[in-house]
């Protein structure tokens, strides 16, 4: 499985972004989609995530109710759209896609302004 993580960007706080990832390859293979996210000096964590099967969706509590994780399955691209960004949510942000192995893109950065 291939990604393509594309979005990111300068906002200032308060603003949105919304980040995509498109995949291919072995996308019947993908059981769950996510989002993570690694700011400076910190370690990766996991920001939202999607499972193929039935769609059911899942946010660190951090994020939840101002980041919204979707999927457009004709277009194989998972998104994230982030509203009520802070600084905070400054990171480089990944897009992963579970099969039998973990699949990562390339990282999109998001730099939030205060």
């Known amino acids: 499985v291939q990604l393509q993580a594309s979005g990111g960007g300068l906002v200032q706080a308060g603003g949105s972004l919304r980040l995509s990832c498109a995949a291919s390859g072995s996308i019947l293979s993908i059981r769950v989609m996510g989002w993570y996210r690694q700011a400076p000096g910190k370690q990766r964590e996991l920001v939202a995530s999607i499972i193929t099967d039935g769609g059911s969706t899942r946010y660190a509590d951090s994020v939840k109710g101002r980041f919204t994780m979707s999927r457009d399955n004709a277009k194989n691209t998972v998104y994230l759209q982030m509203n009520s960004l802070k600084p905070e949510d400054t990171a480089v942000y990944y897009c992963?896609?579970?099969?039998?192995?973990?699949?990562w893109g390339q990282g999109t950065e998001v730099t939030v302004s205060s």
């Open positions: 992963n896609a579970a099969t039998y192995t973990s699949n």
